[in-house]
């Protein structure tokens, strides 16, 4: 299908030359820091109840990586350290992680990474779940460009950078808007830049296509140097920092159970679960490690990763995290994932994904689903098995489905495709995310704004009762038709998108 690169002609010629150039020289990396122990490419992100994780990189191994932290900025008298710090082949940083535990709720707390060039920052610790005060979220999903030190490899670094296009205005937005959401849900990559952000919101990760291999094509060839494949950045990077799933604060006993089945069956950072006030949120992966996986074994796309987890240790996860929902304790149930099943086109609809998740959120009541990897803003009204709920957003039993892919992606933008009957808003003009607002038990805002200007291009409220204190599971969910409303032939196809960056990266 068609796709634009949100590039000038200029900016397009100019990345080929930079590409030209490469080809004769390698690639200039930025310098590293004179202090070998700045910290870079700082991440936190919620660990626990009442745990947060500081994840940052250094340009040396740290024997014993440290953080020092309190509730004032001139008293860090606290002091937590780990011997973690990981690094791989081809990667010149390594990452280190540390856990700052038993921490009061929704407190200013101030941190300083232990080093001889760190300087103080400071983040609000989690809200306990069960707390109803309102807060917001900002999804960014395909928020990311290859290149500088985003990835540490020769070969990476040769995708050209696109610096004239490298118009982060996802992040600035999100930088100007840093008090009106308490943390950010991103279902694809990391890179450096995002750290003024993420050093200071919790930023939870899943991972998403790119974070597999250097490049599909590349890696069916062979072609990817050894610690670019398997989701090897991603596993070090975030490994570490992402939680399991927490300890149920319900009083029921079959959801104390259920929730430490889950805890032991998260495998993060590939899926895991987190409660922050109203909300359960969970994180999964389209990628691999369930049937059919996209990239698993076998896989349709040949890429073979995975699988992380033992057969069927994904699914399982699932069925028990959500089982274990305690609505009185958290009333919003929130998963998120990369590849999605609805999708007005721009993009692979990931059947697999479909087969294996749907059934579960719907089972289980789940009232959002959040996705990316189409490069655009989507919203659908609540939907199961290609049938749109009834009752629309006035309490509907099916989740409301949106795709968040418009942050900002080497790739561009993608055309939003063909109007499918319950799809309410679709938008793929500039680059765009999702902020989603808990404003009450009953009722959830999703807002879609344009990253460059702050507009907001679309609202809606879900209203949910959230009458049942846990799923109903008398009725077993509809069995999928084997021709989903959402198939490919109503569909653009979707390839396209992979194969634009592909080209762009074989020019060297
Ligand atoms: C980057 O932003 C500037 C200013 O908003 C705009 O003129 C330019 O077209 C943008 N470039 C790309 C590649 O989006
Ligand atoms: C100290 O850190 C800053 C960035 O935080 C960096 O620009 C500077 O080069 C570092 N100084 C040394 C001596 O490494
Ligand atoms: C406890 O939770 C289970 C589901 O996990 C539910 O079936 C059961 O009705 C609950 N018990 C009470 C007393 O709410
Ligand atoms: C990918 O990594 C996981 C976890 O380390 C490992 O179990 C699996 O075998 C690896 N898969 C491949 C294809 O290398
Ligand atoms: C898709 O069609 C529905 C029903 O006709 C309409 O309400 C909706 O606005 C359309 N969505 C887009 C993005 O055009």
Redesign the pocket.
Known sequence: MTIYIMASPLAIAKGFLFLAACVAASYLYPPKPADLTTPVQQRIAIHGPNDVSIGWNTYKQLSQPCVQYGTSDDALLSQACSSSSVTYPTSRTWSNSVTLKELKPATTYYYKIVSTNSSVDHFMSPRTAGDTTPFAMDVVVDLGVYGRDGYTTDKRDTIPTIQPALNHSTIGRLADTVDDYEFVIHPERFYDQLAPIAGRKPYMASPGNHEAACGIEHHLKGLCPLGQTNFTDFMNRFGTTMPTAFTSSSS?A??KV?AATAQKLANPPFWYSFEYGMAHIVMFDTETDFPKAPEGIGSSTGVNEGPFGTPNQQLDFLEADL??VDRTVTPWLIVAGHRPWYTTGGGVVCHPCQEAFEPLFYKYDVDLAIFGHVHNSQRFMPVNNGVADPAGMNDPKAPMYIVAGGAGNIEGLALVGKNVSYNAFAYGDDFSFAKVSFKDKSHLQVDFIRSRTGKVLDTSVLYKSHAQ??ASLDGKPAPLDSKPASSSTRLRPTLTIAILSLAIMSQW
Do not use: G, L
Request: proline fraction near 0%.
């Open positions: 029921n079959t959801a259920n089982a274990s204190h846990f």
